[in-house]
């Protein structure tokens, strides 16, 4: 059999089996076995008793009750998006709040998969930093200042954008605030300023994005909302879950306005995730635990769990899904 020398297998790995909670580097003995090698690529490998394929990134194994895990980099010609057909190849996407967080691994992905991305948010410095590593790893992006909250300022980033690349496809309304950062649950101020940046930013994207994206022929739009659309929760905010309902309805109610324009409109609702960086109450391990333990899977989500629905639904792929919400909660809801 020969060398496997494209494949590298990582020394202990800092991924995580998302699913197991004791996570050990595995023992140097204790090896994947290379299977399958077609043409000095490595199509499978064996481990322990199971086999995966060689493009599988992160294998795992449970023994005496740990979880082992190998990274596994795959290093045949570009295995990344760019070697094959890319989801949103030509598309030009406008993501907001993607210096951080969902926002910022929807720009990434977003990215690879082909489309020009426009990071849109308040925090310029990390914002900035998001568009030079998509640069950086041969994407295509942009920052742009944006206050969601501000009529003018949209206007500003539809016309930067529809200026340098000469359309809009996609509009990822995904910046918000958490509705913990105040520990005054009633305070009318932070009613104010939540239902204004998780409610009236997403109107106003829409508002805004549509008229460029009829120009376009048609386009997509994905509104972020939240598992708090559905549902109350205790010591938040009532204006999170009012907003995040907001979200909700108003996605089907442009879905309707909109489809004869070709413009898909569906919301995305993640469930229990890493906290927002406005979250205090929500933030802290004692009002986590009981949360994560009404969880089927028993886990917060990953950002990339989110972003890749919030990739489908933007693609084309969804061409005959509008007005409706993918739900990533790992089955909170459905309980
Ligand atoms: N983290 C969670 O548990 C969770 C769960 C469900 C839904 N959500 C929703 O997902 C979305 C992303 O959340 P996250 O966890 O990535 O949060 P985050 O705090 O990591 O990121 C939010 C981003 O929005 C930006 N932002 C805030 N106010 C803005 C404004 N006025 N204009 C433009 N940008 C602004 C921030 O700078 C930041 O980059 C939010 O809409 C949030 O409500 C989060």
């Not at 004692?286 to 950002?303: D, H, I, N, Y």
Request: hydrophobic share 40%.
């Amino acid at each position: 059999m020969a060398a496997p020398d494209r494949l590298l297998l990582d020394e202990p790995s800092q991924g995580l089996a998302p699913d197991l909670q004791d996570h050990r580097p595995h023992p140097p003995e204790w090896r994947p076995t290379i299977l399958l090698v077609e043409q000095g690529v490595v199509e499978a490998l064996e481990l322990d008793g199971w086999r995966w394929p060689a493009r599988t990134r992160r294998c795992w194994a449970i023994r005496g009750g740990s979880a082992y895990t190998w990274g596994v980099r795959d290093t045949r010609p570009d295995p990344s998006p760019r070697g094959r057909a890319m989801r949103l190849s030509g598309k030009v996407a406008i993501i907001t709040g993607g210096a951080h967080g969902m926002g910022e691994s929807e720009a990434m992905i977003f990215a690879r998969e082909g489309a020009t991305v426009v990071v849109a948010d308040v925090d310029e410095a990390a914002g900035r930093q998001v568009a030079a590593k998509i640069g950086a790893d041969g994407g295509k992006a942009r920052f742009t200042r944006l206050d969601v909250t501000s009529e003018t300022e949209w206007q500003e980033a539809i016309r930067s954008t529809t200026g340098a690349y000469g359309r809009l496809d996609i509009l990822v309304n995904n910046a918000g605030v958490s509705g913990s950062q105040d520990p005054d649950t009633l305070s009318t101020a932070s009613w104010d300023s939540i239902m204004s940046i998780n409610a009236k930013g997403v109107f106003l994207g829409m508002k805004h994005a549509v008229p460029a994206m009829r120009q376009a022929g048609g386009g997509a739009i994905v509104n972020i909302s939240s598992i708090s659309g559905f549902v109350g929760q205790d010591r938040l905010h009532m204006a999170y879950n009012a907003s995040k309902g907001a979200v909700r309805i108003m996605s089907k109610s442009a879905a309707v306005q909109f489809a004869r324009d070709g413009i898909r409109v569906n919301s995305v609702h993640p469930g229990f995730m890493p906290p927002m960086r406005t979250s205090k109450t929500s933030a802290d391990p004692a009002w986590r635990k009981p949360f994560l333990e009404t969880v089927p899977m028993r886990r917060e989500g990953r950002v990339e769990e989110v972003a890749y629905a919030v990739l489908f639904l933007a693609s084309d792929e969804a061409s005959y899904i509008t007005g409706t919400e993918v739900v990533v909660d790992g089955g909170f809801l459905a309980v």
